[in-house]
C-alpha cells in the first residue's frame, strides 16, 4: 500500500527537524510525500528537497475570546488559536488536492489535526521535546480549537484529546519517561558513535539559533564563552549564522557560525546547551553528559529531564558565570555523569530504527476513518 503522507509543520527549524527523518524514511520505503508549512518556512522546507504548500502565518492577533489575564503560556495560546485558524485555509485546500492517506505532524502545528478530523484522515504527531513538556503545553493549548475548528466546518467543541493521541519521539524512555498519555512509539536516528580521543577535554557550547540572535541570548553566550574560556578546556561555541568568529577572541575559543554536531560532539566531553530539544538529543546519542541554561518554553523541563536521568545539571536561567563553570567542572570532574549518558546512548541505539516507523504509518492509514 502506498501512502500519500501530509507532512505539516509549524514555524521554526527546530520544530522542522525532527520531522524529517519520518519524512525521510517514508520516502525512501516509496510512499509518496508533502510538506505543509508556514510561508516564512516554506523555502527551508524545499532546501531538504520536499515539495511543500504553504499555509498563512499565524498573525499577532491575540486568540478570540481571550483575555489578558489568561495565565497559559503565550506558545500554548498562539498554537491553539491564531496559528490553526491562519493554517486551515490554506491546509483545507491541500487536503482537498493531495487527498492524503495519514498526517504527521510536528505536534504543536494543530491545524492539520483539526483539518484531519474534518477529513477523516488519521495524524500522528511528533513530540519535538520531553513528554511532560509536550503534555503540558498541548494540555493549555487543546481548549483553545474552537474557533479553528468552526473554521474547518466542525462542531466548535469536541476532538482529539491526549489521551487520543499518536505519537512518536526520538526520546528513550530512560531519559524521557511517559507519565501519562499519551504514550509514545520510540525510534532513533543515525548509526553508532564513534568518540573520538582528545588529549585536552572539548566543550561544545550553543544556545540555538533563536536565542543566540536576541540580545538577552547573545549576552548569556558571551557570559558563558567568558566563563569557560578560563577553564584548561578547548571550547567550541555555535555563535549563529550572521555572526561573526573574528568578534570572538580566546587562544581556546573556536566560534563558528554554524557547528556540524556530528562532527564535534563525538569529541566533546561536555556539552553546554541551552534545552533544546535538537542539541539534548544529539548529545544524549553520542553520550556526551550535558549543562543546560534554560531560557523559555520547554527548556526548563529539558533541564529537568538531564538533572533526574543523572545525564547532566540543569541550572536557572541566568546561574551567573561562576555557577555555569563550577557546573561544567562537576560534569568534567565526576564519572558517573559520562557512565549515566552513555547508558542512555546505549538505550537509545537499542531502539527500532526510524525506517521502522513506516510500518506504523501504514496500519494507522489503514484504520477505519
Known sequence: MIVRLLVSTTAGV???RPLLPFASAARDAGHEVLFAAPRSLAAKVESYGYRVMPFDDASAAAPMGMSAADDRPLFARIIGDPAPRAALPGLLATFEQFRPDLVLRD???MGSMVAAEAHG?????????????????LSAALPLLGPAR?????????????????VVSLFPESFDPADGPPPPHRFRTGGTVRKVARTRPLIYLSFGTIASASAMGGALLRETVGALAALPVDLVVSIGRGGNPAQWQGANVDARPWVDEDEVLPQSAAVVCHGGGGTTLAALRSGVPLVVLPQFGDQPAVAEAVQASGAG????RRP??????????????????????????????ALPDVAEAVHLFAETARLPR
Open 14 to 16: 527546530g520544530h522542522l
Open 107 to 109: 505536534d504543536a502545528e
Open 121 to 137: 484522515v488519521p495524524d500522528i504527531a511528533v513530540f519535538s521535546s520531553v513528554h511532560r513538556a509536550q503534555v503540558r503545553l
Open 150 to 166: 468552526v473554521v474547518a466546518g466542525l462542531p466548535e467543541q469536541g476532538g482529539e484529546s491526549l489521551a487520543d493521541m499518536r
Open 313 to 316: 545539571l540543569g541550572l536557572s
Open 320 to 349: 551567573g558565570p561562576a555557577a555555569t563553570r563550577e557546573a561544567v567542572e562537576q560534569v568534567l570532574g565526576k564519572p558517573s555523569f559520562g557512565t549515566r549518558v552513555r547508558a542512555i546512548a546505549d538505550d537509545i541505539a
